[in-house]
């Protein structure tokens, strides 16, 4: 397979899988690729120059990996203007300046606090043809994937390896994004003793986003058909519960205290 900087991840992945661990010893940040959920969001959409600004490396990093795995490396054919702008969705091509609204998250996650909450009270704000661009350090995979199914587009753009903007457009139709959160504790016990020696268990408190729910999805792709995921985690994890949803799973919340919540997670 012949690749260039123009090259998406999830072609080399579908070429040779080994190219994965390859991949991953490039950078630190690319170990997040592992996690097939992961994976599969950001692969289909992400060339090796969008990959190389995330990892604070070149293409040609990329290409002195690759190469002993079978790959000939195109080094003429550089990221165009023509190519990025082929990939900058209609809505972000035509809105005015005027009608983009920052939001800069950096400093919440670096406190340790969640900005979901911000998040949302600027998707429920944003008027008719407006855009809220969320700056970031890495691309909020969970939160795309949420607001998919909400019916924004999105679109992710790397800066650098410590600036990414993500962009979300409501349309012309009215949305609100505010995705319903069942407490489910009053038959917490019953359930838990149910599952009395079939738990799985996992403690995301110390992860970084979005590894937390990454990690869980995993998890749960391998929980055997009579198991239950138990998680330690430091929130409710919004992202996560309409993706449960989806994949017909269960799920009961116990609310420690204002910094530890539990999950017990299950097939019904």
Not at 10 to 35: C, G, M, Q, W
Not at 160 to 181: A, L, S
Not at 210 to 223: A, K, Q, S, V
């Amino acid at each position: 397979m012949i690749i260039n900087s123009n090259t998406r991840i999830a072609a080399i992945l579908k070429e040779n899988p080994e190219a994965l661990e390859a991949i991953v010893s490039i950078s630190p940040r690319f170990t997040k690729l592992r996690n097939p959920f992961l994976r599969k969001l950001m692969a289909s959409r992400t060339s090796i120059s969008m990959a190389s600004k995330v990892g604070g490396c070149s293409v040609h990093d990329f290409f002195e990996k690759l190469k002993p795995l079978g790959f000939t490396v195109d080094d003429t054919a550089d990221a165009s203007d023509e190519v990025k702008q082929e990939a900058i969705p209609d809505f972000l091509r035509k809105v005015a300046k005027s009608d983009i609204i920052d939001l800069d998250v950096r400093a919440m996650l670096e406190a340790g606090n969640d900005p979901f909450n911000l998040i949302r009270e600027k998707l429920n704000t944003l008027g008719k043809g407006q855009v809220l661009k969320i700056i970031n350090t890495f691309e909020p995979t969970p939160l795309i994937h949420l607001m998919s199914k909400q019916g924004f587009e999105s679109y992710t753009e790397v800066y650098d390896k410590d600036e990414i903007f993500t962009y979300f457009y409501r349309g012309d139709e009215i949305r609100n994004f505010d995705p319903e959160i069942k407490k489910q504790n009053d038959d917490w016990d019953s359930v838990l003793l149910k599952f009395e020696g079939k738990l799985v268990t996992t403690d995301v408190r110390q992860l970084e986003m979005p590894m937390p729910m990454l990690t869980i999805l995993e998890l749960l792709e391998n929980l055997p058909e009579d198991n239950a995921l138990y998680v330690y985690h430091k929130r409710i994890p919004v992202f996560l519960l309409p993706e449960l949803a989806d994949r017909k799973l269960d799920y009961r919340i116990k609310e420690i205290s204002d910094g530890e919540v539990h999950l017990l997670i299950f097939k019904p």
